[in-house]
């Protein structure tokens, strides 16, 4: 069964430093989805991606925070400049065409801001 | 706004009794909503989704607009549903299904 992939599983970064978070959606797929998981907290919706633009975004993807499709297949989030309260989980997820469509998700990438 | 409550951080049960997972919402729309699960070291997957009225792997869950509620039931609990539960209320707008997550239940089903 088709899968979304994220890179890398964990990623250790510099406050203040730039990251990328990737993913790679299910071929078939044309919604993608961010979402993050602060430790002992629950999942938050981050933001949604559509036909190349952002389809609706929460109050915490402010202006540090942007996705692109640069290749046709990989979803990346970029944080511009880390803070310390950036540390999370991320996770990726994607559907396949309306969204009524279920989301898969991707195993997430754990960052760590020092 | 859109909310999801999951009352119960943790809940133990013994193997062959029933399990209820409660979920309440709050939403000012027609909402859908679903049960995700997650296994230890596994990713999020989708349980069961109202629209579906589906069963699967024992459980169902109904949505009950009366009581804006949306709990989880399985009437014999087996080790293997030891895991992590989180309701999730669709906040759809446009075409996109943008996930609203309760903090989740953790499961623990003693032998």
């Known amino acids: 069964e088709p899968e979304v992939t994220q890179t890398p599983s964990h990623q250790v970064t510099q406050m203040g430093q730039e990251v990328i978070l990737r993913c790679v959606p299910i071929?078939?797929?044309?919604?993608f989805y961010w979402y993050r998981q602060i430790l002992g907290q629950k999942v938050e919706f981050l933001v949604s991606?559509?036909?190349?633009?952002?389809?609706?975004k929460s109050e915490i993807f402010d202006d540090q925070f942007s996705v692109e499709r640069p290749d046709g297949s990989n979803f990346t989030l970029k944080i511009r400049s880390t803070k310390l309260e950036d540390s999370a989980m991320y996770f990726c997820?994607?559907?396949?065409?309306?969204?009524?469509?279920?989301?898969?998700f991707g195993d997430g990438t754990r960052l760590s801001i020092l | 706004a859109q909310r999801v409550t999951q009352p119960e951080k943790l809940l133990s049960v013994f193997k062959g009794a029933p399990v209820e997972l409660k979920c309440n919402y709050s939403?000012?729309?027609?909402?859908?909503l679903f049960w995700y699960v997650q296994y230890s070291r596994q990713r999020l997957q989708l349980l069961l989704r109202?629209?579906s009225r589906e069963s699967i792997k024992g459980f169902t869950a109904d949505l009950n607009k009366g009581e804006t509620s949306f709990h989880l039931k399985k009437p014999f609990a087996q080790e293997e549903d030891s895991a992590m539960y989180y309701c999730?209320?669709?906040?759809?707008?446009?075409?996109?299904?943008?996930?609203?997550f309760g903090t989740g239940t953790r499961l623990t089903v003693i032998p």
């Open positions: 939403y000012s729309g027609s909402p859908e």
């Open positions: 997820a994607s559907s396949r065409d309306r969204g009524d469509q279920p989301q898969h």
């Open positions: 999730a209320l669709s906040g759809r707008r446009g075409g996109a299904n943008n996930l609203f």
């Open positions: 071929s078939n797929h044309l919604y």
């Open positions: 991606f559509y036909n190349n633009e952002i389809s609706e």
């Open positions: 109202h629209i």
